[in-house]
C-alpha cells in the first residue's frame, strides 16, 4: 500500500481547514500540511453561506455586546472562556480575510460596512453581497495555492482515523479518480469537515454534509458534544430546502402568516414597526422564530403546500433598488427556483434544518480529548454557539477556530515523532474491509435509498423543532434496526474508479452513527433550551442541565451520555429576552 | 404534462469498455425537477452505479456541470421542463478527459488556476495596514463581476480553443486573473502579464465567445480576456517605445 | 517529506474524446465564428483592391481607365458584392462586440453597451455621409 505522510493532516477543504492549513503554513514554516477532502476545496459547503460574518469593528460597538449576544443567543450553553477569545481574535481574523483579498461590501468612504442580523444589538456583520460564504472560501482557496507547504489531496475519500499509541496519527482514503485506498500518516490531524445536516430530510445542506469527522472521531472514541442542538433556518424554501439568507429578513423583510399578518409579534418578540429593529421580532434569534412557525402551523396560520406547511417572507417594500444591491443572490434563486420576483410577489419560506451546533469536543485551542486529534468549524463544538447559534457568527468561527486549531496542531506536530510501521496494518485491514463488506459483496438485500429515506422519516418525526420522550425513545430503536439493516446491504457498482455508491454508502453510515448519537442526546436532556426543546420539559433547566451532553461510542456501538459543565465566566445565566 | 420522460445518460465504465456507451431511463417526470433530480432519481432507484458529482444544488459550488442535449449547463439549474417532450440527452462536458459516466477530469484547471497567481500580490517589503486596505465601492465594482467564477467549466467546455489546444490557460483562469488585477488592493498585474502574455495566454483567444454564453455566473470571461488583450497590447507598445518607462 | 499523489497526465483509464475537424458546424454559434474568422479574408480584397486602385491613378489616365473596365466586368462586380456582403457581416459581428473589449468609465459608472455600439454606428454613418458628399459633389 502507498503510504503518504505529512506533519500536519487537515481533513476537510472549507472555509476552517484551509484557513487551519494557511495558519500552520504560516506560523510553523518548516512544516508540511496536507489538505484531504472528498470534493474540490472550492466546492465545500462553506461556499453556499449568504448572509455575512460577525466581528466588532465599528465605534459604539464593544466586544463584551457581541460576546452578550452569543451566550444569550446560546441560551447560556456557552462556554464562556471560548466566546471570549472568539469574540477578541474574530476582527484581526476577518481582517486578515480583507488583506487577502475578500471583497467586503464597503461604505462611501471605503471602509468596511456591516449589515444588522438576527440576535444581535448593534451592527456588526461584515458582507459580501449575500454571496460572503462564496467569497470567503474563494479568497481562502486561492490565498492557499500561494503556499507550496500545503499539499492538496482534492477528491479523496477519508474512510478511518488511523489510531496508535493512545494518538490519531492519520487517515485511510479512499482515492476516487483510481479507487485505490490510501494510508496517510501525520502527527497530527485537524477535522474541519463540516456538520451533518443531510441526517434530515429538508435542509439548506449540500449532499456533502454526512457528519463524516463527527462520525470518524466519534469511532475512534472522542466524544461528540451536544448533538441535540440541531438549528433550524426559519426562512428556506420548501421542496429544495435552498436558503434564503437572513440577510433578508435584516434588511427589513417580514414573515407573514396566512391572513398576511406578522405573527412573530404574538410570540414575545417585539412590537411590528416598518424598519427592522435589532433583536426583535424578524431580527430575533433563529430557534424561537423557528418554534413561532410550529406554534402558527398548530393555529392552522400557516399556507399548505404539495411540501408542507409555508408562510411568506416579504420583502417587496424594500425596492428593487437595495434588493439588486444588498440581496442579489435571493432574488435570483427565487426567481430560478420558485419562479417568483421577490421585487413584486411573497417568497414561500419554512424552517429547514441548516446547522449543526453541536459536534467533536474540543477544547478553546481545537484539541479534542484524543492527542493528536484537533478540530474546527461547524464539525466541532467549542462550544460557542451554545444551545442556538446567532447568524453569522459561523463564518467567523470557522476563521478562529481554524487559525487556533491549526496553530495547536502544529505545535503537537512540531513536539512528537511520527508514525509507527504498524499503522500500515491497521490501513490494510480497511482496505480489505472496504473491499470485502462492498465492492465484492452480492446478494444482500438492502439498497441505499430506502434506508436513508427511513433515517430522514424518522429525524423529521423525533429531532425536529419540538420532541417528546415517547418519540425519540421509538426513534432510538428505529435508528438500530436501521445500523442492523445497514449491514445488509449491497451495492450496484463493483467499480474501483469514481465510485459514488460506495462513498454514497459510507456517508449513510456516518450519517446513522450521528443521528444516534442526536436522538440519544435529546432524549437524556430532559429540559427545554435554545433549539431543543421539549415538549414534555417545556422549561430551562439550569439545576440540571447547565452543562454540555457528550456522547461516547460504548462497546456495542450505540451512544453513552454523560455531561460536562459549562464555563461561565462573566455572564450569569439570565433570561433570553427579545423585542424589548 | 407527461407522467414520464426519457433521460439518455452517457455511461462509461473503464474497467468494462474503451468507450462510452449511453443508456436510456424512463423517469417521472414532475415540473419541479432539475436534470439533477432525474439523475438522483437513476441512481436511488434504478441504476446505483451511475455517477456524477453534485453537492449544493443551487448554483453556487459549481460540481454538477455537464453537457444536457450538447449544451454546458448546471444541472442543479436546468429544470426538465425546458426540455420537453425528450429525450434529455446528459454527457460529460466537452475537452476534458472522461475518468467515469458523467465525471470528467479538472486537475488541468486546478493547475491554470494556481498559474495566474490568482491571490493579493503586494510590493516586497510593504506589511498590510493594521485596519482594512480602503476601497470605494466603485473600486469594487471594477473586480466585482470577475470574482462571481465558481469554477464550474462550462466555459472551459464551450472554449473550442480549449479543445483544439489543450494548453491554452482559458476563459476562467484569465477571467480570475483579471479580477486581482482590477483590485484596488493588487499590486501583481506585471508578474501576471508575463504569464498571460505567455503563448498559451490570452492570444491564444480568437473571442468566440461562447465562454460568455455558457456562463452560469454571467462572469462574462471573453470580455475579461479582450479587455486584457488591450492592456496587454498597449503595455507591449509601451515596452517597445518607452522601454525604461515600461518597466 | 511527503509524497503527493501525482497526476499523469495520460491515464490509462480516462477516455479523451478526440476533437473532430469539423468542429465548427456542430453549433450555430460555432459557423457564425468561423464566418465572421474568414471575412478577414474579404477585408484583405478589398485592401488589395483600394492599393491596385492607387496604383493605376499614379500610372496615369489610361492605366486607370483599364483599372475601372477590369472592375466593371461580371467577375469582379459579383465578387465586389460578395465581398461587401461579408465586411457588412464583418463591421456588425464587430461593432456589437465593441462593448466587450473596450470598457469606457464615465465618473466611476461603466457606459452601457447599447451606447457605445451606437456610437459606433453613428460614426459609421457619418464617415459614410462625409465621404458620400466629396464624391457626389465631385461627379
Known amino acids: 500500500m502507498d503510504l503518504y505522510s505529512a506533519d500536519v493532516l487537515v481533513v476537510g477543504g ?3 481547514g484551509l484557513r487551519a492549513a494557511i495558519a500552520v503554513a504560516e506560523t510553523h514554516p518548516s512544516l508540511n500540511v496536507a489538505v484531504i477532502s472528498k470534493v474540490y476545496p472550492m466546492r465545500s459547503h462553506t461556499v453556499s453561506a449568504e448572509g455575512g460574518a460577525a466581528a466588532v469593528i465599528k465605534a459604539g460597538d464593544s466586544l463584551d455586546e457581541h460576546a452578550y449576544d452569543t451566550i444569550s443567543g446560546g441560551d447560556w450553553l456557552s462556554d464562556q472562556d471560548a466566546v471570549e477569545a472568539f469574540v477578541r481574535e474574530a476582527p484581526e481574523e476577518m481582517l486578515r480575510l480583507e488583506h487577502w483579498g475578500c471583497p467586503w461590501n464597503r461604505e462611501p468612504d471605503g471602509h468596511i460596512a456591516v449589515r444588522p442580523f438576527g440576535g444581535m444589538k448593534i451592527e456588526r456583520t461584515w458582507f459580501a453581497a449575500d454571496k460572503t460564504g462564496f467569497h470567503l472560501l474563494h479568497s481562502l482557496f486561492q490565498t492557499t495555492l500561494k ?19 493512545g494518538r490519531c496519527q492519520g487517515v485511510v482514503a479512499i482515492e476516487l479518480g483510481t479507487g485505490q485506498i490510501r494510508a496517510i500518516t501525520a502527527k497530527a490531524v485537524i477535522l474541519c469537515t463540516g456538520g451533518c445536516g443531510k441526517v434530515f430530510p429538508f435542509t439548506t445542506n449540500a449532499n456533502i454534509k454526512n457528519g463524516d469527522g463527527m462520525a470518524l472521531a466519534y469511532r475512534a472514541g472522542a466524544p461528540l458534544k451536544d448533538m441535540e442542538f440541531v438549528q433550524y433556518h426559519p426562512t428556506g424554501l420548501p421542496f429544495t430546502g435552498i436558503l434564503i439568507t437572513e440577510a433578508a429578513r435584516a434588511e427589513g423583510g417580514w414573515l407573514l402568516n396566512k391572513d398576511g399578518y406578522r405573527y412573530l409579534q404574538d410570540y414575545d418578540l417585539g412590537q411590528p414597526t416598518p424598519k427592522p429593529v435589532l433583536r426583535s421580532m424578524e431580527l430575533g434569534p433563529r430557534d424561537r422564530l423557528s418554534q413561532c412557525f410550529v406554534k402558527e402551523q398548530e393555529k392552522g396560520r400557516t399556507f399548505e403546500g404539495p411540501y408542507g406547511h409555508y408562510v411568506h417572507l416579504d420583502i417587496r417594500h424594500l425596492g428593487e433598488k437595495l434588493i439588486d444591491r444588498k440581496i442579489p443572490f435571493v432574488r435570483e434563486l427565487c426567481l430560478k427556483y420558485v419562479g417568483i420576483d421577490p421585487v413584486k410577489e411573497l417568497i414561500p419560506v419554512r424552517p429547514v434544518v441548516h446547522y449543526m451546533m453541536g459536534g467533536i469536543h474540543t477544547d478553546i485551542h481545537g484539541a479534542t480529548p484524543l492527542p493528536g486529534l484537533y478540530a474546527a468549524g461547524e464539525a466541532a463544538c467549542v462550544s460557542i454557539n451554545g444551545a442556538n447559534r446567532l447568524g453569522s457568527n459561523s463564518l467567523t468561527e470557522i476563521l478562529v477556530f481554524g487559525a487556533r486549531a491549526g496553530k495547536a496542531a502544529a505545535a503537537f506536530a512540531t513536539a512528537n515523532a511520527g508514525a509507527r510501521p504498524s499503522l500500515v496494518a491497521q490501513a490494510e485491514d480497511e482496505r480489505r474491509r472496504l473491499e470485502e463488506r462492498f465492492l465484492r459483496k452480492r446478494g444482500g438485500t438492502e439498497r441505499i435509498a430506502p434506508i436513508r429515506t427511513e433515517m430522514h422519516q424518522i429525524m423529521e418525526e423525533s429531532a425536529g423543532i419540538y420532541r417528546s420522550e415517547t418519540a425519540l425513545k421509538e426513534a432510538t430503536g428505529r435508528l438500530k434496526r436501521l445500523q442492523e439493516r445497514f449491514e445488509d446491504l449491497s451495492l450496484d457498482d463493483d467499480s474501483y474508479t469514481f465510485n459514488t ?26 429540559e427545554s433550551r435554545g433549539s431543543h426543546q421539549r415538549s414534555d420539559y417545556p422549561q430551562r433547566d439550569d439545576d440540571r442541565f447547565l452543562a454540555h451532553s457528550l456522547a461516547c461510542r460504548a462497546e456495542d456501538g450505540s451512544p453513552r ?20 | 404534462m407527461p407522467a414520464t420522460v426519457a433521460l439518455t445518460v452517457a455511461r462509461y465504465r473503464p474497467e468494462r469498455e474503451s468507450e462510452p456507451t449511453f443508456e436510456t431511463y424512463e423517469i417521472p417526470f414532475r415540473k419541479d425537477w432539475v436534470v439533477l433530480d432525474a439523475l438522483n432519481h437513476v441512481k436511488d432507484r434504478l441504476d446505483g452505479s451511475l455517477s456524477y458529482r453534485w453537492s449544493c444544488r443551487m448554483g453556487v459550488c459549481g460540481s454538477c456541470g455537464m453537457k444536457v442535449n450538447g449544451v454546458p449547463k448546471l444541472t442543479c439549474a436546468t429544470f426538465l421542463s425546458d426540455y420537453l417532450p425528450g429525450p434529455i440527452r446528459v454527457e460529460p462536458l466537452d475537452y476534458f478527459p472522461v475518468v467515469r459516466d458523467l465525471v470528467v477530469d479538472i486537475t488541468d484547471f486546478v493547475r491554470k488556476l494556481k498559474q495566474v497567481k490568482p491571490w493579493i500580490i503586494r510590493e516586497d517589503g510593504t506589511s498590510p495596514p493594521a485596519g482594512e486596505y480602503l476601497q470605494t465601492p466603485d473600486q469594487l465594482d471594477a473586480y466585482k463581476q470577475y470574482s462571481m467564477c465558481i469554477n464550474c467549466m462550462l466555459c472551459y467546455s464551450a472554449c473550442p480553443i480549449y479543445g483544439l489546444e489543450p494548453s491554452f490557460i482559458g476563459p476562467a483562469a484569465i477571467a480570475m486573473a483579471q479580477r486581482y488585477n482590477m483590485d484596488s488592493r493588487d499590486q501583481g498585474a506585471a508578474e501576471r502579464l508575463k504569464i498571460l502574455s505567455d503563448h498559451d495566454g490570452i492570444w491564444q483567444c480568437t473571442f468566440v465567445g461562447e465562454c460568455t454564453k455558457v456562463c452560469p455566473k454571467h462572469v462574462d470571461p471573453a470580455g475579461a480576456i479582450q479587455q486584457y488583450k488591450l492592456t496587454g497590447a498597449t503595455h507591449w507598445m509601451k515596452s517597445l517605445l518607452l522601454p525604461r518607462s515600461a518597466r | 517529506m511527503s509524497a503527493g499523489p501525482h497526476y499523469t497526465l495520460y491515464h490509462p483509464r480516462w477516455y479523451r474524446r478526440r476533437v473532430s475537424v469539423w468542429w465548427w458546424l456542430q453549433k450555430r454559434s460555432y459557423a457564425a465564428f468561423v464566418t465572421r474568422e474568414i471575412t478577414s479574408v474579404f477585408v484583405a480584397f478589398f485592401a488589395v483592391v483600394t492599393l491596385w486602385q492607387l496604383r493605376a491613378l499614379v500610372q496615369g489616365p489610361e492605366a486607370y481607365e483599364r483599372f475601372l473596365a477590369r472592375l466593371q466586368t461580371p467577375l469582379f462586380l459579383t465578387l465586389n458584392v460578395v465581398a461587401l456582403v461579408f465586411v457588412l457581416f464583418h463591421a456588425i459581428t464587430w461593432f456589437n462586440l465593441t462593448p466587450k473589449a473596450m470598457v469606457v468609465r464615465v465618473s466611476g459608472k461603466r457606459l452601457p453597451d447599447g451606447l457605445i455600439i451606437g456610437l459606433n454606428y453613428a460614426a459609421w454613418l457619418v464617415l459614410s455621409a462625409a465621404v458620400a458628399f466629396v464624391l457626389l459633389r465631385a461627379a
Not at chain 1, 503556499?147 to 499509541?165: C, G, H, N, P
Request: no cysteine; aromatic share 12%; hydrophobic share 40%.
Open chain 1, 14 to 16: 472549507g472555509g476552517a
Open chain 1, 147 to 165: 503556499y507550496d507547504a500545503i499539499q492538496r489531496y482534492d477528491e479523496f475519500f477519508v474512510t478511518k482515523l488511523l489510531v496508535d499509541d
Open chain 1, 501 to 526: 455508491e460506495l462513498t454514497a454508502a459510507l456517508e449513510l453510515s456516518y450519517m446513522l452513527d450521528v443521528a444516534q448519537t442526536i436522538v440519544h442526546s435529546a432524549l437524556e436532556r430532559r
Open chain 1, 561 to 580: 451520555i454523560d455531561y460536562r459543565p459549562v464555563t461561565i465566566t462573566r455572564w450569569p445565566p439570565g433570561k433570553r429576552v427579545y423585542g424589548r
